[in-house]
C-alpha cells in the first residue's frame, strides 16, 4: 500500500492551500479504510488534523482546525483531501495522510495501518 501526499507549498498567512493524498496498492480497498491527516510542526510532535470514516458521513477536526480545514474522500479515485483555509503561521508543518483499516474515523495516530511520505506546508506572516 502506497499513500502519496501533495499539494503542500508556500502561502501567505490568511491563504489556502488543498492538500490531496493518493492511495494505491494491489490489494488496498480504498473504501474499507477510514483516512486521516496529521501535522508536524518544526520540533514537535506529530498531531492530529482531521480524519475522515470509511463511508465519508463522519469528520472529526482538531480544535485548532475546526471551522477552517475541510477533509473528503473521493473513493472513486482513491483520494482523500484537506482544504485548509485562513492558513497562519502555527499550521506551518508536514502533513501526512494516513489510512486506517476502520470504518469510523480516529484521531488515534496508532490505530493507522499505512502512512504516506509527507508534504511541507510554510505559512508566512
Known amino acids: 500500500v502506497q499513500l502519496q501526499a501533495s499539494g503542500g507549498g508556500l502561502v501567505q498567512a490568511g491563504g489556502s492551500l488543498r492538500l490531496s493524498c493518493a492511495a494505491s496498492g494491489r490489494t488496498f480497498s480504498f473504501s474499507a479504510f477510514a483516512m486521516g491527516w496529521f501535522r508536524q510542526a518544526p520540533g514537535k510532535e506529530r498531531e492530529f488534523a482531521a480524519a475522515i470514516s470509511w463511508s465519508g458521513e463522519n469528520t472529526y477536526y482538531a480544535d485548532s482546525v475546526e471551522g477552517r480545514f475541510i477533509i473528503s474522500r473521493d473513493d472513486a479515485k482513491n483520494t482523500v483531501a484537506l482544504q485548509m483555509n485562513n492558513l497562519q503561521p502555527e499550521g506551518t508543518a508536514v502533513y501526512y495522510c494516513?489510512?486506517?483499516?476502520?470504518?469510523?474515523?480516529?484521531?488515534?495516530?496508532?490505530?493507522?495501518?499505512?502512512w504516506g511520505q509527507g508534504t511541507l506546508v510554510t505559512v508566512s506572516s
Open positions: 494516513a489510512a486506517a483499516k476502520l470504518r469510523g474515523a480516529t484521531v488515534v495516530a496508532g490505530a493507522y495501518d499505512y
